[in-house]
């Protein structure tokens, strides 16, 4: 049985645990709300983008508008980018994600993978596998930002190009709410325009100088920006999940707290009562 000492120092070490807790919590609510601010500005931008290329696309002759990036050929070399938090404490963030890289993997046993990781934990996990990770990029959510996801992308899109790989998957945990993150994989390349809503029937737009110019423009643009809104969605995630696991672990903390001390409080009732039985006994055996 633990002495009452033993059980004072386990309720100081849960109550400091319990302070960590929940400053990790606040610093991940703060964050978060900046994070999901660019998420929701920037959703508005990517859908209205994919509506004009959609309805760019559609409407030409067939063969009017061209581009490499859009050119679909025979897949045997996949470039598979997956991203998750250079740090854990976060729930069920990661885990979601390499239990999908993973479903993915296995699904193209036929093809050849090559992996580029954006977070630390998804590096780890899938070297750990006996996975060959062709590129990472550790820390980088420390500086996010357009010109960092471009870099990505554009690395990536030249490996297409050049054909090195027939295509790019994009793999990341979506912001749904402050509770729920959902694994979101894409196909980045060949690009394939995604409406959201914003290419409304019967919309008309007026391509200056002509089609193809604007679609030589816009689609590695549009790349740019999946990748971009991709980063930003894990972003907002991984802050969410890490908010509501330290919420839970400061809660389960404070029950632990509640539990420990009604124990050392009963614990210290008995040896206060059997002390003074002793006395007692004591006082009995002298009288006698």
């Given amino acids: 049985m633990a002495s009452l000492r033993d059980i004072r120092k386990r309720i100081r070490s849960v109550k400091n645990t319990r302070q960590i807790t929940k400053a990790m919590k606040m610093v991940s609510a703060a964050k978060l709300r900046k994070a999901q601010d660019n998420v929701i500005a920037s959703r508005p931008y990517a859908s ?18 061209t581009h490499p990036l859009l050119t679909r050929r025979e897949v045997k070399k996949i470039e598979f980018i997956v991203v998750s938090s250079d740090r854990g404490l976060a729930g069920g963030f990661n885990s979601n994600i390499t239990r999908r890289a993973l479903k993915f993997l296995a699904e193209n046993k036929q093809h050849e993978v090559s992996i580029t990781t954006i977070g630390r934990k998804a590096s780890e996990f899938l070297r750990g596998r006996g996975y060959t990770v062709r590129k990472d990029y550790p820390g980088f959510f420390q500086k996010l930002s357009y010109a ?15 054909g090195e790989v027939d295509a ?3 793999l990341f945990n979506e912001f749904v709410s402050a509770i729920s993150q959902v694994p979101n994989l894409q ?4 690009f394939e325009p995604k409406t959201e809503g914003g290419n409304k029937p019967g919309s008309e737009y007026a391509y200056e100088p002509n089609p193809q110019a604007v679609l030589e423009k816009l689609v590695p643009q549009a790349v740019n920006v999946k990748v971009y809104r991709g980063l930003l969605e894990s972003w907002a995630a991984e802050h969410a999940a890490r908010m509501a696991a330290m919420e839970n ?3 389960n903390a404070g ?3 509640g539990t420990l001390t009604l ?4 614990s210290r009732q008995a ?8 006395i007692v006994s004591g006082a009995e055996a002298l009288k006698g």
Avoid: C, H, W
């Avoid at 124990?263 to 009963?266: D, E, K, S, T």
């Avoid at 040896?271 to 002793?278: A, D, H, Q, V, Y």
């Fill in 48 to 65: 209205t983008l994919d509506a004009v290329m959609s309805a760019l696309i559609s409407k030409s002759e067939p063969g009017a508008v």
């Fill in 249 to 251: 672990a400061t809660k």
């Fill in 263 to 266: 124990f050392y409080n009963r």
């Fill in 255 to 257: 029950d632990m707290i």
């Fill in 148 to 162: 960092a996801a471009e870099m990505v992308a554009t690395e990536v899109t030249n490996r297409f190009l050049s």
């Fill in 271 to 278: 040896l206060i009562t059997k002390e003074l039985m002793e």
């Fill in 168 to 170: 790019v998957y994009f």
């Fill in 187 to 190: 196909q980045l390349l060949p």
